[in-house]
């Protein structure tokens, strides 16, 4: 059963970069062919991509958000991380990792729990 587990400050200063890590345990990053994630979800919205880390490392993001985010990885810890720089209160949400079986239109099979993001000073 692989595990997703987010971390990271819940709480960052606008025009700050949000920082978060995704660990991910009893299951590989760079196993074929696996894309990794990153998904949120702002207070009363529904889900919105943000982005994804495949197993050969490479990143495609959301083109409303690609300007401001970066996806990267750390094979030996097993971990991707996000970065969105120049945040607003309008990027305050539950911020969530995932593995999904294809780049697009694939289900999700294992989600992190989520860890909620606030943007204020």
């Known amino acids: 059963q692989v595990q997703l587990q987010e971390s990271g400050p819940g709480l960052v200063k606008p025009w700050q970069t949000l920082s978060l890590t995704c660990t991910v345990s009893?299951?590989?990053?760079?196993?074929?062919?696996?894309?990794w994630s990153w998904i949120r979800q702002p207070p009363g919205k529904g889900l919105e991509w943000i982005g994804y880390?495949?197993?050969?490392?490479?990143?495609y993001y959301s083109p409303s958000l690609k300007s401001r985010t970066s996806i990267s990885r750390d094979t030996s810890k097993n971990q991707f991380t996000l970065q969105l720089s120049s945040v607003t209160p309008e990027d305050t949400a539950v911020y969530y990792c995932?593995?999904?079986?294809?780049?697009?239109?694939?289900?999700?099979?294992?989600w992190g729990q989520g860890t909620q993001v606030t943007v204020s000073s």
């Open positions: 880390i495949a197993y050969s490392g490479s990143t």
């Open positions: 009893d299951g590989s990053i760079t196993t074929n062919y696996y894309f």
């Open positions: 995932a593995r999904a079986p294809g780049p697009t239109d694939y289900p999700y099979d294992y």
